[in-house]
């Protein structure tokens, strides 16, 4: 919440910096943001539907989005930059992926959250630390600080990494039968670094990441999932600070 600046910034008699207008998200009382991630072809997309209808089955208010996308803003930059027809320079892409996130943030994930729905993302901000961080080598820091200014204070509560192999990944793209957008037309070594920019991150975040293994059968990957989120969807734990 910002405390009541909003119009005294736009008339110049906000004296506090504009910085605390990123603050929309009120941290008391919400619902839970549940992100999923991993390399193409790992299952997000089958585990996010498959949740999402687990959820809702026990009760609660769910909701599923996806990245980039979510909000027709941000829909439109999907369209953007997956088109293989186009040269995005990489700080160009960063820039696109967290406008399309900082979009999504303030018409969609802040006011559902704020109501009290548990969230399911497909793809948040660890998606660009990997593919724009790692893989194209503009730096995990420098990009999570451009993502710091897109999301506001934002974090995922729990995100789920399908962990798969970058050769599995892809068979499973081939078996698909679509053709690749621009992001899946890249070499072997940029979904090695992608994976191995996921486990990094999974190290360093072990409490809020939690992997799992995608190369199970999907309902097997689904029972894995629900546990990973048992304290989370527990009635009690959905009111926290
Ligand atoms: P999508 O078709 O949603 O892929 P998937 O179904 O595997 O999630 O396309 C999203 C593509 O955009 C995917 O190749 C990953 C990439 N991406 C980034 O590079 N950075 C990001 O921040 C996000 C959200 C996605």
Request: aromatic share 2%; with cysteine.
């Amino acid at each position: 919440m910002t405390g009541g600046c909003h119009g005294a910034h736009r008339r110049g008699e906000c004296k506090r910096p504009p910085d605390a207008a990123l603050a929309t998200v009120p941290s008391v009382a919400r619902g839970s943001l549940i992100t999923i991630e991993g390399l193409d072809g790992a299952g997000k997309s089958t585990l996010a539907r498959a949740l999402a209808e687990a959820i809702a089955a026990r009760g609660q208010r769910v909701e599923l989005l996806r990245e980039p996308g979510g909000v027709d803003v941000s829909e439109r930059i999907r369209a953007l930059v997956k088109d293989p027809a186009l040269a995005v320079a990489p700080r160009a892409e960063a820039l696109l992926y967290a406008a399309a996130r900082a979009q999504l943030v303030d018409e969609r994930l802040a006011p559902l959250l704020g109501d009290g729905a548990i969230v399911l993302l497909d793809r948040y901000v660890d998606s660009s630390l990997a593919y724009q961080g790692a893989a194209r080598g503009l730096g995990v820091e420098r990009v999570r600080a451009i993502n710091r200014f897109a999301t506001g204070p934002l974090q995922p509560d729990r995100t789920l990494l399908l962990r798969i192999t970058p050769a599995a990944g892809r068979a499973r793209q081939v078996q698909r039968a679509e053709s690749p957008d621009r992001l899946e037309s890249e070499d072997e070594s940029f979904f090695a670094r992608i994976a191995a920019a996921y486990d990094e991150l999974a190290r360093s975040e072990p409490e809020r990441i939690r992997v799992l293994d995608a190369s199970l059968a999907p309902e097997r990957v689904l029972a894995d999932a629900l546990a990973e989120l048992d304290d989370l969807l527990a009635p009690t734990g959905r009111t926290r600070s």
